[in-house]
């Protein structure tokens, strides 16, 4: 699936860090990579059930998603 082991652990480290859930832009920030590349990592624990997502709708603009990490 092109995932990497050394990336991966670097996503569910910034996930654990913020309680407050983090978007793909904030997790791409965090670990210096591109947004898209965090999303397809996100995407990946969300789909191993080591991370929850959730929709944020915010005051302007399209919706938001937040990871969170699950323990």
Do not use: H, M
Not at 21 to 50: D, F, H, N, P, Q
């Amino acid at each position: 699936k092109g995932i990497d082991e050394i990336t991966l652990g670097k996503v569910k480290n910034a996930l654990q860090l913020k309680e407050k859930g983090l978007s793909a832009e904030e997790v791409g920030k965090e670990i210096g990579a591109s947004r898209i590349t965090a999303r397809r990592y996100l995407e990946y624990l969300s789909s191993i059930k080591e991370a929850k997502a959730e929709v944020v709708y915010g005051i302007v603009g399209r919706p938001e998603r937040k990871y969170y990490s699950v323990k």
